[in-house]
T-cell receptor, first 112, second 114 residues
Framework: GQQLNQSPQSMFIQEGEDVSMNCTSS?????WLWYKQDPGEGPVLLIA?????ELTSNGRLTAQFGITRKDSFLNISASIPSDVGIYFC????????????FGKGTTLSVSS | GAVVSQHPSRVICKSGTSVKIECRSL??????MFWYRQFPKQSLMLMAT?????????EQGVEKDKFLINHASLTLSTLTVTSAHPEDSSFYIC??????????FGPGTRLLVL
């Protein structure tokens, strides 16, 4: 089925560093969502993007909805140990139903 | 706002028994609820989509008689794993959406079938 290409698959960084991850698709999306999942927990919504070109921040997190509607990125600035987890991008295909399409996730490890 | 709960958080059962998992939207009315399954170190796999008062729509490869879904109200959906077997052991996560399409996820239920 339709997939989002999320990269990188994993990241190992030092506390204080900035992080960037992105998702791309060959299809147009009308909504992009970024979730974070901690071990043994359900995903928690971080940022929702609804318009092409939209740039939204949530604390140290910033995400953008690509102009082409086929990509999105998430940046985390000044990472801290509690940023550790799996980050998923997800989106709704243009003119499709309510099913979310998920990326495969980016596993972030932060060393102090 | 947009809080979704799941119960139980963990369940261990014997092979052949049935297990019911509840998903509740606590502060909004969920017109649509979704059930996902997640294997270790993998992304979420959609099992089924349910709208309040109607039959669930199952994804290809998901047995509807094995995974019974009921969405009787705008705040509650249940997933029953019937005659569970060890291969059904997994992390089951529900999500709910209201007027918008954005989905809010529950904390998940860890099922272990012995």
């Amino acid at each position: 089925g339709q997939q989002l290409n999320q990269s990188p698959q994993s990241m190992f960084i030092q506390e204080g560093e900035d992080v960037s991850m992105n998702c791309t698709s060959s299809s147009i999306f009308n909504t992009w969502l970024w979730y974070k999942q901690d071990p043994g927990e359900g995903p928690v919504l971080l940022i929702a993007l609804y318009k092409a070109g939209e740039l939204t921040s949530n604390g140290r997190l910033t995400a953008q909805f690509g102009i082409t509607r086929k990509d999105s990125f998430l940046n985390i600035s000044a990472s801290i140990p509690s940023d550790v987890g799996i980050y998923f991008c997800a989106g709704f295909l243009y003119q499709a139903g309510t099913a979310l399409i998920f990326g495969k996730g980016t596993t972030l490890s932060v060393s102090s | 706002g947009a809080v979704v709960s799941q119960h139980p958080s963990r369940v261990i059962c014997k092979s052949g028994t049935s297990v019911k998992i509840e998903c509740r939207s606590l502060d909004f009315q969920a017109t649509t609820m979704f059930w996902y399954r997640q294997f270790p170190k993998q992304s979420l796999m959609l099992m089924a989509t349910s709208n309040e008062g109607s039959k669930a729509t199952y994804e290809q490869g998901v047995e509807k008689d094995k995974f019974l879904i009921n969405h009787a109200s705008l705040t509650l959906s249940t997933l029953t794993v019937t005659s569970a077997h060890p291969e059904d052991s997994s992390f089951y996560i529900c999500s709910a959406s209201g007027e918008g399409k954005t989905q809010y996820f529950g904390p998940g239920t860890r099922l272990l079938v012995l």
